[in-house]
């Protein structure tokens, strides 16, 4: 009965690479989100996705793009991974807008 | 847009002793302020939360207090534990965005 799942949990790729993560959420919720957590664990939200409209923070690359097949998933996908995508991704989702995030457990990406 | 600062990056107190983490957000408009706990290697996870409508909320050995009129909130830990230990973060959200101070490592010292 987990809440917001997220696979792999692992994910260790080349430079250059695509690559995608995965994310479920079985709460009902409507809003849906990706967070960076770099190595000194700050917490950046990447985007936010509520009833077909997102929000890109302006810093993010455009090589990232979240992909929505339904309002229970939100998948990230990465194109040309490089040094600096290394870090651990967050899924949430929240039953309003910019409300109590529910976390998934992360994915620690390794790009060498 | 709103900037929310943390202090301290790190705090390190007695186990016993009380800890205090404080958070300052610049836009007004922010009404709901939620703190998050972080274990090594886990997610992050709901801890206690407050609205702007209340100037403090109190669970068990943890409380929040809210001034907003100088736009700071603050964490309260009393009787500190070996489990308290962890990284905790402070959030403001204007009901658009939420956004997440840098964070404050906690280690509860035998």
């Known amino acids: 009965d987990t809440a917001v799942s997220q696979t792999p949990k692992y994910l260790v790729t080349q430079m250059g690479n695509d690559k995608s993560i995965k994310c479920e959420q079985n709460l009902g919720h409507d809003t849906m989100y990706w967070y960076k957590q770099d190595s000194k664990k700050f917490l950046k939200i990447m985007f936010s996705y509520n009833n077909k409209e997102l929000i890109i923070n302006e810093t993010v690359p455009n090589r990232f793009s979240p992909k929505s097949p339904d309002k229970a998933h939100l998948n990230l996908h990465i194109n040309s991974l490089e040094l600096g995508d290394s870090a651990v991704y967050f899924c949430a989702s929240s039953q309003v807008l910019a409300g109590e995030q529910f976390f998934g457990p992360g994915t620690r990406l390794t790009v060498l | 847009g709103e900037n929310v600062e943390q202090h301290p990056s790190t705090l390190s107190v007695q186990e016993g002793d009380s800890a205090v983490i404080k958070c300052t957000y610049s836009?007004?408009?922010?009404?709901?302020f939620p703190w998050y706990k972080q274990e090594l290697g886990k997610r992050p996870q709901l801890i206690i939360d407050?609205?702007?409508?209340?100037g403090e909320k109190k669970d068990q050995r943890i409380a929040v207090t809210l001034n907003k009129t100088a736009k700071h909130f603050s964490l309260h830990i009393t009787e500190t534990q070996p489990e308290d230990s962890a990284v905790y973060f402070c959030a403001a959200s204007d009901g658009d965005k939420i956004i997440f101070g840098k964070g404050t490592r906690l280690h509860i010292l035998p």
């Open positions: 836009d007004s408009a922010s009404n709901y």
């Open positions: 407050i609205r702007s409508n209340v």
